[in-house]
């Protein structure tokens, strides 16, 4: 019997090791969602909603907990001026599904705000409507600094990547 649980022990370990590889194979930076606003996390779905803080603490919102899209179905970012030298945003070049996505939100939320989220944090938001984007291409503006903005569109890719689906 203690063979057989130092066995087990030592099966455990090893599993736990080469599961670290994998993980560690997709660790994502910088990573954007879009997730819906909702008033308050009693009236909808339970546990399907949490609440989001920007970095500096000073907004909050509650949000449904899946986004609408994700850094996994965005193709390439590209680095946008602002409105002036201080606000810059980023134009989001979605895959296939992303499309499908974006084209429902639009569709059944428009005139809505969503909430964006880098890597948890609550960004901003964007109006859902507000001008309807050649297909297959978002705007996000006016939501970062120069160098926030580069550190995004540089890990586009990456996090793409990290969740691209590959047979077997």
Request: aromatic share 8%; charged share 25%; proline share 2%.
């Amino acid at each position: 019997m203690k063979l057989l649980m130092k066995f087990l022990g030592v099966m455990v370990a090893a599993l736990m090791l080469t599961s670290c590889k994998s993980i560690n194979g997709k660790r994502t930076l910088f990573f954007i969602t879009l997730h819906e606003i909702v008033p308050s996390s009693e009236m909808y779905d339970g546990g399907m909603v949490m609440m989001v803080k920007s970095a500096d603490g000073r907004q909050r919102r509650n949000v449904r907990t899946i986004p609408i899209i994700s850094s996994a179905y965005i193709n390439g970012i590209e680095v946008i001026a602002g409105r002036d030298s201080r606000h810059w945003g980023l134009r989001l070049y979605l895959d296939d599904v992303a499309k499908g996505l974006w084209s429902e939100a639009f569709h059944y939320r428009r005139g809505m705000q969503i909430a964006v989220l880098v890597d948890g944090f609550l960004a901003g938001f964007i109006d859902v409507g507000a001008k309807r984007m050649d297909e297959g291409i978002l705007e996000l503006n006016d939501l970062w600094n120069r160098q926030e903005a580069e550190a995004i569109a540089a890990q586009a890719q990456r996090n793409h990547k990290a969740f691209e689906m590959k047979p077997f």
